[in-house]
């Protein structure tokens, strides 16, 4: 499926890998913490490709099994926090309480 995509849009694609590989190089963070938070990410945008890719990545890198399983629960704790903080607005649009700011 990667291939065809590359056929058809050569430019984006090249473009994509291209930053792939940049926002996941050494630099101010080690390529090692720059997985977890990409596992972590899989988790919170849902994508199974991510997930499976960067988990073995992760693993590759070196993080170990346990450091993986907490990001994943940070991740879920961080998706439960924003559908508990979007409450807020489901009951401003209820009238229920004051808009926050």
């Known amino acids: 499926m990667g291939a065809r995509r590359a056929q058809l849009t050569p430019a984006v694609n090249e473009a994509l890998e291209n930053l792939s590989r940049a926002a996941s190089a050494d630099g101010a963070l080690p390529e090692v913490t720059e997985q977890l938070i990409a596992v972590a ?3 919170v945008t849902q994508c199974p490709y991510c997930f499976q890719g960067h988990t073995r990545l992760a693993r590759r ?3 170990s099994p346990e450091e993986i399983t907490e990001a994943t629960w940070v991740a879920a704790e961080m998706r439960a926090d924003g559908a508990h903080a979007h409450s807020t607005l489901a009951l401003h649009a ?3 309480t004051e808009p926050r700011h």
Request: no cysteine; hydrophobic share 35%; glycine share 22%.
């Open 41 to 43: 990410l899989a988790h």
């Open 94 to 96: 209820m009238g229920e």
């Open 61 to 63: 890198k070196g993080n």
